[in-house]
């Protein structure tokens, strides 16, 4: 399953491979959905897979909301070695994580996920309910009045 809006060609692509491997009762191109309703739509897929090409400095330390949404699926993520993305699914035990863009390497850890799906989506539904926006908003606002602070004192 696939959500989201993506170029032609590129859908078109995923499609023509669907159909190459026989798999395309299996693909869903379901498109865009509503920001409330990503996690709902995300909790029928199987593993999420969350790729980011670290071809920027922000690519390579970002945390994309596709990880959350995933997270608060309860679905297991299988996410690209990247260092934030990396602490956030070893630490909350919710997947693993693959290097590289070899498709063997994700592979992998489709495979390792898939041997015991149930595991990570235990501990993803463990996890979910402190991964929000409302649990957050303190640690942001001390971190802005210690850098404010700081500033002050110079």
């Not at 693993?96 to 863009?101: C, R």
Request: proline residues 5%; contains cysteine.
């Amino acid at each position: 399953m696939l959500l989201g809006y993506g170029e032609a060609a590129a859908l078109d692509g995923v499609r023509a491979e669907a159909a190459h491997h026989g798999v395309e009762d299996r693909v869903h191109l379901v498109g865009a959905v509503e920001p409330d309703d990503v996690s709902r739509s995300l909790a029928d897929g199987d593993v999420a897979v969350v790729h980011v090409r670290p071809i920027c400095l922000s690519y390579r330390f970002a945390l994309p909301n596709k990880l959350f949404e995933s997270i608060r699926a309860g679905l297991p993520i299988a996410a690209a070695d990247l260092p934030d993305m990396r602490q956030v699914v070893e630490e909350l035990g919710v997947g693993e994580v693959f290097q590289g863009s070899r498709p063997e390497h994700l592979a992998a850890a489709l495979a390792a996920i898939l041997a015991d799906p149930e595991a990570y989506r235990a501990r993803a539904r463990a996890v979910a309910p402190a991964l929000t926006w409302e649990n957050e908003t303190e640690k942001l606002l001390e971190m802005y009045r210690r850098v404010l602070r700081r500033r002050k004192e110079r």
